[in-house]
């Protein structure tokens, strides 16, 4: 049987206690410091980790705003550049269209002035042929006795004379009669009766006695011209066929 021996049992726990103490002054203790001095260098890693991941997802936000923004500015600029392409477009398309219509009014206007032109031709090459023709005619129709009826109208015209015509007439009348002409030409002779109603009809008609002398001219085809001065009455185939040719002409 073994007997407990207190003295190497307080010598033991006196080595212990001992042995506890070095192991808290020498190893316990800086392992603790380095246990907190690399918690410290994992949390200040850690805290600027966070930070950094702060910082990028600030830029991260940042290029996202930025990026929108541009995109937002494109989809603007697009639009805008969208629209005045369709107002050029536009502008353009009213340009062509005023321009054709211009175009289009200055053809039509331009065939107009050459149908009208054409038409006008063909009225007076028309004319010219009906006035040959009816020239022709006439000439043919024409002979003494239908002289002396267009006189016997001419007669009734003077007595029927308008004022202003009557007024022209005496004016010519009164001019010197070494610079006024007065005479009567017909288209067939005239006997002496109708050479004497003829004077005194256009002496009355003029306000005074008018010494006329009596001319023929076959041109006239049938009837007779009176000129005093510059006045002249027209009563004859010739110039009543010219008169309604220029009527034609000028249509």
């Known amino acids: ?50 930070q950094l991941r702060g910082e990028a997802e600030a830029l991260r936000q940042q290029y996202e705003a930025r990026l929108a923004a541009w995109n ?76 002396q009826s267009i006189v016997e109208v001419f007669l009734q015209d003077l007595a029927n004379m308008p004022a202003s015509e009557q007024a022209a007439l005496n004016k010519a009348a009164a001019m010197p009669m070494s610079a006024a002409v007065v005479e009567v030409v017909s288209a067939h002779p005239l006997a002496d009766a109708e050479r004497s109603r003829v004077a005194e009809a256009m002496s009355f008609a003029a ?20 000129v005093i001065g510059e006045c002249q009455l027209h009563a004859n185939l010739a110039d009543e066929l010219a008169f309604f040719r220029r009527q034609a002409n000028h249509g």
């Open 1 to 50: 049987m073994m007997q407990f021996d207190w003295t190497t049992f307080i010598l033991e726990i006196l080595n212990f206690l001992v042995l506890v103490w070095i192991l808290q002054r020498f190893l316990y203790r800086p392992v603790l410091t380095m246990l907190d001095a690399r918690q410290q260098r994992i949390k200040d890693e850690t805290d600027h980790a966070e």
């Open 72 to 147: 937002q500015e494109q989809e603007t600029s697009r639009r805008q550049l969208e629209e005045e392409l369709a107002q050029l477009r536009n502008a353009a398309q009213e340009n062509l269209k005023q321009a054709l219509a211009e175009e289009e009014a200055e053809l039509r206007v331009r065939n107009q002035t050459l149908i009208a032109a054409r038409e006008a031709a063909l009225v007076r090459e028309a004319a010219g042929a009906a006035y040959g023709q009816a020239a022709a005619m006439l000439q043919r129709l024409a002979n003494p006795q239908l002289t």
């Open 207 to 226: 306000g005074q006695k008018l010494p006329l002398t009596f001319k023929e001219d076959p041109a006239l085809i049938a009837g007779l011209r009176a």
